[in-house]
T-cell receptor, first 111, second 113 residues
Framework: RKEVEQDPGPFNVPEGATVAFNCTYS??????FFWYRQDCRKEPKLLMS?????NEDGRFTAQLNRASQYISLLIRDSKLSDSATYLC????????????WGAGTKLIIKP | NAGVTQTPKFQVLKTGQSMTLQCAQD?????MYWYRQDPGMGLRLIYY???????DKGEVPNGYNVSRLNKREFSLRLESAAPSQTSVYFC????????????FGQGTRLTVV
């Protein structure tokens, strides 16, 4: 079983809709959680960190569920520019704080 | 504002050839990393350097060597390239070993034929 698992998609979503996707992690000692965004043939860039109480940044909301070991990303009022691959990332003391990456969920926003 | 700079951006090698991928960061970060990214897989750590003067193996170190030349520069060397090393390589840096945010270079697309 992979340490961090994501649905690869693609999620095809009309512009203006709300979309959500989850990421599960296997190591209960995971301590920090992040969502990165990667555009086609580009480098990953941090979208947002995920805090225990959940957090919001504009149209983006991230949630953490430690009991079920997953994090989620919700995008409201989706824009064409949101089309990208979203990478879930976790780290833990067990892995010497190294980042463990999911393979990503591809999102396509359609006009 | 350069951030993390990788060279080259593209490279084609023949099996058995060697090459070095260069990476430099101007953010005064302590930690630097080399990843490879293959289709359908997450980023996999090849080597990392938690601080100047130290390097450690990551998840997939076989066939690679690294040098932390100074605080700014971290190079990755393929001594004898193999087709299995065809991939996109990313260099990244962060403030310190306990990673908060990693900043990436633009990547090197390597094809080994």
């Amino acid at each position: 079983r992979k340490e961090v698992e994501q649905d690869p998609g693609p999620f095809n979503v009309p512009e203006g809709a709300t979309v959500a996707f989850n990421c599960t992690y296997s190591n209960s000692a995971s301590q920090s959680f992040f969502w990165y965004r990667q555009d086609c043939r580009k480098e990953p860039k941090l979208l947002m960190s995920v805090y225990s109480s959940g957090n919001e940044d504009g149209r983006f909301t991230a949630q953490l569920n430690r009991a079920s070991q997953y994090i989620s990303l919700l995008i409201r009022d989706s824009k064409l520019s949101d089309s990208a691959t979203y990478l879930c990332v976790v780290n833990s003391m067990d892995s010497n704080y190294q980042l463990i990456w999911g393979a990503g969920t591809k999102l396509i926003i359609k006009p | 504002n350069a951030g993390v700079t990788q060279t080259p951006k593209f490279q084609v090698l023949k099996t058995g050839q060697s090459m070095t991928l260069q990476c430099a960061q101007d953010m005064n970060h302590n930690s630097m990393y080399w990843y490879r990214q293959d289709p359908g897989m997450g980023l996999r750590l090849i080597y990392y350097s938690a601080s100047e003067g130290t390097t450690d193996k990551g998840e997939v170190p076989n066939g690679y060597n690294v040098s932390r030349l100074n605080k700014r520069e971290f190079s990755l060397r393929l001594e004898s390239a193999a087709p299995s090393q065809t991939s996109v390589y990313f260099c990244a840096s962060s403030v310190r070993g306990r990673v908060t945010e990693a900043f990436f270079g633009q990547g090197t697309r390597l094809t080994v034929v």
